[in-house]
Nanobody, 119 residues
Framework: QVQLVESGGGVVQPGGSRRLMCTAS????????MGWYRRAPGNQREWVAEITSGGITNYADSVKGRFTISRDSAENTIALQMRSLEAEDSTQYYC?????????????WGQGTLVVVAA
């Protein structure tokens, strides 16, 4: 089991920046990728960015060049630095961790943190 706790959400002006954090606890050695998703229209979750245990990063086209994902392995923490924020970035952001162990593959989610981009 992995527990994820996000922080950093809040209100930010258009064009501004915000940094989201996610800390993992529990069976963190089983994690092979962590990332961020956000709530999209229709209440679906849209993939935003991910970072693998090897440090490889990937981004959705909609955030590429504006968002940066990073990790602190010693602290079992990832961060999402968001820049040039737009109204369309306003939504709930969720931290995700994927694990792989002898029992199989599992997805874990945090409770979410809300980002509001507004003047």
């Amino acid at each position: 089991q992995v527990q994820l706790v996000e922080s950093g959400g809040g209100v930010v002006q258009p064009g501004g920046s915000r940094r989201l954090m996610c800390t993992a606890s529990g069976s963190v050695r089983d994690i092979y990728v962590m990332g961020w998703y956000r709530r999209a229209p229709g209440n679906q979750r849209e993939w935003v960015a991910e970072i693998t245990s090897g440090g490889i990063t990937n981004y959705a086209d909609s955030v590429k060049g504006r968002f940066t994902i990073s990790r602190d392995s010693a602290e079992n923490t990832i961060a999402l630095q968001m820049r040039s924020l737009e109204a369309e970035d306003s939504t709930q952001y969720y931290c995700n961790a994927k694990t792989n162990n002898t029992r199989g593959l599992f997805d874990y989610w945090g409770q979410g943190t809300l980002v509001v981009v507004a003047a």
